[in-house]
């Protein structure tokens, strides 16, 4: 028997959601440590969320759904937006703030 999200425990929705954030914090976190390949890492996270789909399939007790793909890639954009627009630099700025701090205590 092949389970869908919607049949496994948990609150009814909360799947989509879980796969929205996920992937918005992997873009988020990775957009910063590939500042200059984001538009690469985003192709990249949208085909590993359509290979983690096609490969339930081959699970015996899963299905993949084109709605989690959809979930996936519209938290790759919210994660592309942070990174893009909200905290472009947010290592290198954690980094100099380290700095100034250690800095001061010499």
Not at 68 to 91: E, K, M, R, T
């Amino acid at each position: 028997q092949r389970y869908t999200a919607m049949q496994l425990p948990g609150p009814q929705g909360t799947d989509k959601v879980s796969h929205l954030l996920s992937f918005a914090w992997l873009m988020c976190w990775f957009g910063q440590v590939v500042e200059r390949q984001r538009l690469r890492l985003a192709v990249a996270l949208i085909a590993y969320g359509a290979l983690i789909e096609f490969l339930q399939y081959f699970s015996g007790y899963r299905m993949g759904e084109l709605a989690d793909l959809y979930a996936d890639i519209s938290g790759i954009l919210i994660g592309w937006g942070v990174v893009q627009f909200l905290l472009p630099n947010l290592f290198s700025a954690l980094a100099a703030i380290n700095a100034s701090r250690e800095n001061t205590h010499l």
